[in-house]
């Protein structure tokens, strides 16, 4: 019986965050239809551990500084001895090293799917050539939503016809049930009557965790009982702790760093907040719903996609202190509002973002890619 195809996802990286998230679920789901592998382009990470202690094979090429011309040669001899049938490249520098790569070993279709876009996102024309020139009739382009879609259209030049969107989609199953939020609550020393935020993200730039300490900031003046819970871990975690510091926000801020157990914390808060700079469809926002949480958030990238305004939620520009503060302001004066948006949420995340949905849609490209 002849064994099934292997495709290597090839990314920059292996640390939790949405897509790498995202991508390790998809493997894992039809690991029993295809051969996975994973290549990172400059570092391993914690999933990336996790993958291999569950027998995938991962491997880290490091990338030098700048455009590393010699890693499509490594790339290119990589994929030869793992005699990969098909390149998954998430994100666009993955993508290019793909198609470099490609130049020298000939023999597998790229899937490109772009997750988000970097701030400040223009057309470069000698990208726009370079995608023109490499992309074959063979491959696929999808985004994970209809504002990355534009993006690849508009500024990457690749054409309309070629670009299709894959929802990001997330494991509901933790969500049917809930923990109990009182037993979170002791654990986080947060009081009953405290009206808690909380953010799940990468403490990167681009989520722009200062905006939401500085909104916190505005908000307690008027809702002293206001907490903010932060998940996640990255560069900016001493830049953020020492705004906690200065400004005085000890009391006011649960700072958790990296847990597995996100669905378990998530119906312990009142609101979910996000205030990132850009995003593609952030996972963390469609998670948060289907606890039933209302959404704060800023309006950038594919947020509105996911959050209707007035709704599910309430968004404001990105850097916008004063209007996320309000909006903070507004579902702490009204248990009712929370509710009904937190409620209305959650049926839109179980209607359209399953992880299902979104494990079908590229399990019906690698086929068509593989012809099997």
């Not at 965050?17 to 679920?25: D, I, Q, S």
């Not at 500024?155 to 990001?168: C, F, L, M, S």
């Not at 830049?239 to 700072?255: C, K, M, T, Y």
């Not at 509710?339 to 995340?349: D, I, K, L, V």
Request: with cysteine.
């Amino acid at each position: 019986m002849r064994s099934p195809r292997l495709i290597c996802h090839l990314m920059h990286g292996l640390r939790v965050g949405g897509a790498e998230v995202l991508v390790t679920r998809l493997a894992r789901r039809l690991r029993h239809s295809y051969r996975f592998c994973f290549t990172c382009l400059d570092e391993l990470g914690t999933l990336g551990e996790e993958l291999r202690n569950d027998g995938f094979l991962v491997d880290v090429v490091q990338r030098r500084p700048g455009v590393d011309w010699r890693l499509s040669l490594r790339l290119a001899r990589h994929f030869a001895r793992r005699r990969v049938a098909l390149i998954h490249a998430h994100q666009y520098t993955p993508f290019f090293y793909a198609l470099a790569a490609r130049l020298l070993y000939q023999h597998s279709p790229i899937l490109f799917t772009e997750h988000g876009r970097w701030v400040p996102d223009y057309p470069r024309r000698r990208r726009i050539l370079a995608n023109r020139l490499l992309l074959q009739r063979r491959d696929r382009v999808v985004g994970v939503g209809e504002v990355v879609r534009k993006a690849l259209i508009v500024n990457e030049g690749i054409p309309a016809r070629r670009v299709g969107v894959v929802h990001n989609g997330v494991d509901l199953t933790p969500y049917r049930q809930f923990a109990d939020r009182a037993e979170v609550r002791r654990e986080l020393r947060l009081a009953d009557e405290d009206f808690v935020l909380i953010q799940v993200a990468r403490l990167v730039p681009i989520k722009d965790h200062l905006t939401a300490l500085r909104t916190l900031q505005k908000t307690v003046c008027q809702l002293p009982q206001a907490r903010l819970v932060l998940v996640g871990e990255g560069p900016e975690e001493n830049a953020i702790r020492e705004f906690i510091s200065r400004h005085h926000l000890h009391d006011h801020v649960r700072f958790l760093g990296l847990r597995s157990d996100v669905p378990r914390l998530l119906p312990a808060a009142d609101a979910f907040l996000l205030t990132s700079i850009n995003e593609g469809i952030p996972l963390t926002v469609i998670e948060a719903m289907a606890a039933g949480l209302p959404i704060v958030s800023t309006d950038v990238g594919g947020v509105a996609e996911v959050v209707r305004d007035g709704e599910t939620g309430l968004l404001a520009r990105p850097g916008d202190v004063e209007g996320l503060a309000h909006h903070v302001l507004r579902l702490g004066a009204s248990p009712e509002e929370r509710t009904h948006m937190g409620r209305a949420g959650r049926e839109r995340a179980l209607a359209l973002f399953s992880e299902d949905g979104m494990v079908a849609a590229y399990d019906r490209l690698y086929r068509e890619m593989l012809h099997v």
